[in-house]
């Protein structure tokens, strides 16, 4: 089992910059991937980003690209994304996820399927 609780989450601007922290314990070497993913009121979970194992391979969806940025400290078993210029539609509650896969050809990580652990989340509110 792997436990991941995150951190960082909070009321800000538009405009504002944000970091969230996802601390992992427990069979840590089950996450080869560490993926960020967010859920706003009556929509489903979206992916944001993810990287690899070794930190040299990361990913974004089209709607952060250029604002975001994923990264991670294996030796602390932490991963983080650092959120900036946040716009109100980046308001979510914001969730890190674990997987044991390390193929990332197709966009299969976009499917929160593909993940087996999750965090509790922590809400993102970014006002206009």
């Known amino acids: 089992q792997v436990q991941l609780v995150e951190s960082g989450g909070g009321l800000v601007q538009a405009g504002d910059s944000l970091r969230l922290s996802c601390a992992a314990s427990?069979?840590?070497?089950?996450?080869?991937?560490m993926g960020w993913f967010r859920q706003a009121p009556g929509k489903e979970r979206d992916f944001v980003a993810v990287?690899?194992?070794?930190?040299?391979?990361?990913y974004y969806a089209d709607s952060v690209k250029g604002r975001f940025t994923i990264s991670r400290d294996n030796a602390k078993n932490t991963v983080a994304l650092q959120m900036d210029r946040l716009l109100p539609e980046d308001t979510a509650v914001y969730y890190c996820?674990?997987?044991?896969?390390?193929?990332?050809?197709?966009?299969?990580?976009?499917?929160?399927?593909?993940?087996?652990?999750w965090g509790p989340g922590t809400q993102v509110t970014v006002s206009s």
């Open positions: 427990g069979r840590t070497a089950s996450t080869n991937t």
């Open positions: 990287i690899n194992l070794s930190g040299d391979r990361s």
């Open positions: 996820a674990a997987g044991s896969f390390t193929d990332y050809v197709g966009n299969h990580y976009f499917d929160p399927s593909e993940y087996d652990y």
